[in-house]
C-alpha cells in the first residue's frame, strides 16, 4: 500500500519560513517524480514544485520562485519543501504526489497523494 504523509505544516506570521516534508512508503521512490500543490479555501489545487527522480531537474510556479526549494533525499523516500518569505496568499493545504512521468506533469496525471498539511500564514 502506497503511503505519501506530509508534515510540518502549522501557523506562522507573514515573513517567516517553514520546511515542509512528505514521507514516502510503499513505492519505489526513486522511480517516482516527486510534486507539490496546495489548494487554498474556495480555489482549486494548484501546482507549486517538482523535483527530478535523481534531484537534478526542478520546476516550479511563478508564484513561489526564489521563495520555495524543493529536494529529495532518495535514502529516506523523503521530498521536502523550503518555504521561505511566507505571504498570507500562500496559505492552503499543502499535498505532494508521486508520478512516474515528469517535472511538467499535470496534476491528473500523478499516480498517488497525501492527505495533506494545512499552512497558515497570517499577515
Known amino acids: 500500500q502506497v503511503q505519501l504523509v506530509e508534515s510540518g505544516g502549522g501557523l506562522v506570521q507573514a515573513g517567516d519560513s517553514l520546511r515542509l516534508s512528505c514521507a514516502a512508503s510503499?513505492?519505489?521512490?526513486?522511480?517516482?517524480?516527486m510534486g507539490w500543490f496546495r489548494q487554498a479555501p474556495g480555489k482549486e489545487r494548484e501546482f507549486v514544485a517538482a523535483?527530478?527522480?535523481?534531484?537534478?531537474?526542478?520546476n516550479y510556479a511563478d508564484s513561489v520562485k526564489g521563495r520555495f526549494t524543493v529536494s529529495r533525499d532518495n535514502a529516506k523516500n523523503t521530498v521536502y519543501r523550503q518555504m521561505n518569505g511566507l505571504k498570507p496568499e500562500d496559505t492552503a493545504v499543502y499535498y505532494c504526489?508521486?508520478?512516474?512521468?515528469?517535472?511538467?506533469?499535470?496534476?491528473?496525471?500523478?499516480?498517488?497523494w497525501g492527505q495533506g498539511t494545512q499552512v497558515t500564514v497570517s499577515s
Open positions: 504526489g508521486a508520478n512516474r512521468l515528469n517535472i511538467k506533469t499535470t496534476m491528473n496525471q500523478y499516480d498517488y
Open positions: 510503499g513505492l519505489t521512490f526513486r522511480l517516482y517524480v
Open positions: 523535483i527530478s527522480r535523481s534531484a537534478g531537474s526542478t
